[in-house]
Nanobody, 122 residues
Framework: QVQLVDSGGGLVQAGGSLRLSCAASGRTFSRDAMGWFRQAPGKEREFVAAISWSGDNTVYADSVRGRFTISRGNAKTVYLQMNSLKPEDTAVYYC????????????????WGQGTQVTVSS
């Protein structure tokens, strides 16, 4: 069994920054890609970013490219540095794992966390 624990969300003013963290526990999956998706009330789930198991490859949604940076601490941790936040970034953010990096933008996850709330005020 794999558990993902998301943290780091909070309330921030527009233009501010937050750093989300995700720690995995359970079976070893050192070659899994990891990523983040978000979901706002009344809206569909939205891909945010993904990173390969090696950390060499990253993918971003157009809406966050240039403002968000995904990184890995090791095989079981992933971070999302969010800068220049906008009110439209308000959502619950979930980290996830997948067999390959290209699975994540297609929402083909193996596991996902419980989510952490990000609220950006205008």
């Amino acid at each position: 069994q794999v558990q993902l624990v998301d943290s780091g969300g909070g309330l921030v003013q527009a233009g501010g920054s937050l750093r989300l963290s995700c720690a995995a526990s359970g079976r070893t999956f050192s070659r899994d890609a990891m990523g983040w998706f978000r979901q706002a009330p009344g809206k569909e789930r939205e891909f945010v970013a993904a990173i390969s198991w090696s950390g060499d490859n990253t993918v971003y949604a157009d809406s966050v490219r240039g403002r968000f940076t995904i990184s890995r601490g090791n095989a079981k941790t992933v971070y999302l540095q969010m800068n220049s936040l906008k009110p439209e970034d308000t959502a619950v953010y979930y980290c996830n794992t997948a067999r390959r990096i290209d699975n994540i933008p297609r929402h083909e996850y193996n596991y996902w966390g419980q989510g952490t709330q990000v609220t950006v005020s205008s």
